[in-house]
């Protein structure tokens, strides 16, 4: 579609500059926290020093928030403006708050200075970004555009979030490719975050559906949907406990596994009406979900002496 087919006002402006405001929503800030904490995860786990590597944190939380994570949402903003522009008309660039061509520059921008930042924090660290830049453009752009399928779309999304910034938590710190321990639970945790996607598509089912994007809620249906993404979020939780029972570590493994019953109790009533209750347990059940990831993390970093 050209740019002919934005709405009037971001025509209509074309040479404006957009205002920080704009800008600053655009690249949405409340997006960042799941991949900060993720980060912190990976932190921890490390087990390395924070008094004498607080620089090292700022930068890692700067790059997994702020950089990456908000590149990856002004990329979708760009490449979504004209769905935008009939279903959220009031967002920066369908409202013409971001007029022209400013979100892809932004996206650009952005894009090469996040991998500036993350080449200055180390070589795996630059590699991690490398592939989550990668995977933020794949998402959104075509010809792949991975959000349009229902599968590959959260296995990125859940990857990015969790995964790689668990991974780089940890390889910025220890400033080396993170253990075999460390990549394993980093994993995990990747996995069970395609549940986390899946119950969010239930807010735009009926858009997917008209779209033609074959989300999981609309190829499955809501209640198989949900039921798989219970599955999925609660299934690597239970091999995480066992990991970590054989570890050595069994204090921090049953604080998973209370958190862990306690999800399946929400999920329980999730099950009661899924469309209805998808929202409610992405602010419930979680929350739940990644104070899990925390507690593993401190198991491993307890193994390399302690984050402190």
């Known amino acids: 579609?050209?740019?002919l087919a934005l709405p009037n006002i971001a025509r209509s402006?074309?040479?404006r500059f957009p205002k920080?405001?704009?800008v600053l929503e655009l690249l949405k800030p409340i997006t960042w926290f799941p991949p900060m904490w993720a980060f912190m995860c990976g932190v921890v786990s490390s087990g390395a020093p924070l008094k004498t590597r607080w620089p090292l944190l700022v930068a890692g939380m700067i790059l997994a928030g702020p950089a990456i994570c908000a590149t990856s949402q002004a990329v979708n903003d760009w490449f979504d403006r004209h769905v935008d522009a009939i279903n959220e008309p009031g967002r920066p660039i369908p409202s013409g708050r971001v007029p022209g061509r400013w979100g892809l520059w932004i996206a650009m921008v952005w894009t090469g200075l996040s991998l500036a930042l993350a080449a200055s924090l180390g070589v795996w660290v630059f590699v991690a970004a490398l592939f989550g830049m990668a995977l933020a453009w794949a998402y959104s752009a075509?010809?792949?555009?991975l959000k349009q399928n229902g599968w590959w779309g959260p296995a990125s999304v859940g990857l990015c979030y969790e995964g790689l910034a668990w991974f780089t938590g940890a390889a910025v710190m220890d400033q080396t490719f993170p253990g075999a321990r460390v990549v394993t639970l980093a994993g995990l945790y990747s996995f069970g975050a395609i549940g986390i996607m899946i119950l969010n598509d239930f807010k735009a089912i009926e858009g997917d559906r008209e779209m033609g994007i074959l989300s999981v809620p609309v190829d499955l249906g809501a209640e198989n949907a949900a039921w798989l993404a219970c599955v999925i979020m609660a299934a690597p939780q239970v091999v995480v406990v066992a990991l970590l029972f054989a570890w050595g570590h069994p204090l921090n493994g049953m604080a998973v596994i209370v958190s862990l019953l306690a999800q399946c109790l929400l999920m329980l009533k999730l099950m009661r009406d899924p469309r209805k209750l998808a929202p409610w347990y992405n602010g419930t059940g979680i929350l739940l979900y990644v104070i899990g990831m925390l507690i593993s993390g401190f198991a491993l970093g307890a193994t390399h002496g302690v984050a402190s």
Do not use: D
């Not at 075509?142 to 555009?145: A, G, I, T, V, Y």
């Open 142 to 145: 075509p010809p792949l555009r």
């Open 1 to 3: 579609m050209s740019e």
């Open 13 to 15: 402006t074309p040479h």
């Open 20 to 22: 920080a405001s704009a």
